[in-house]
């Protein structure tokens, strides 16, 4: 048996773990200032857009308070604008909103009544015929990938109230240059066209829905091949 004073020890040193705690605290106050400067930052960063976002105005407030049925109407079309997945589109400088303001809401032409009438559209008054879809196919297989159908589709189905995904279904040809069972039908490349197409889609399509007076309220003639050429030509009224 070895003495007692030569066995060796199984426990550590009882003086190096008391400074061992002592030391950890340290590090706690580094470590908190440095979260706290992370969230001043992010606050200081996130809180401007939230409000810039917020403080963003409606357009079309001439046409009556928020309070009133065409300033909720209008709200709600807006609304569902900017929360668009087409909201990034642009044709040749103009979004769907911008387009819509400048075209529609800002157009004297347009009265409050042609506006609410707008919201109570529905997808059967503007659905293509089976027939004319699959032409339209046949000819442009894809024309519900163009941003210029998503395009017209968003402004379209945010104005309305209908869901995008059954509009571009039923209505594939928003968007094209032309119209089915005739030679013209193709999609456009140049930016300007395309903007012009889409909105007289927009106009024209409500016309068909029974809203009389799109078409001369932006293209200044009603009928649907004369507005067409004045859209093609870059005429209009807004």
Known sequence: MEPIGRRPSA???????????ARAPAAAPSVKA???VAQVQRSSFEAPVAQAAAAKPIPGAWRGGPDTPVGKAIAGMISRMRGSDAAGIQLKGDTIES???????????????????ITQVKLEQLATSPEDRAKVLKKVPNARELDVHKFTVAMLASATGLDPKQLSEVCPDLGLTGAPGTPLLYAAEGAGMQRSTALHDFTDYLRGAGIKGMNKAVWGVENRILSAIVSAVGGGRY
């Open 11 to 21: 426990f550590p040193s009882p003086t190096s773990a008391p400074r061992a705690e």
């Open 99 to 117: 387009l819509f303001t400048r075209a529609i809401l800002d157009n004297k032409h347009v009265s409050n009544e042609q506006l609410l009438a």
């Open 34 to 36: 440095a979260n706290t």
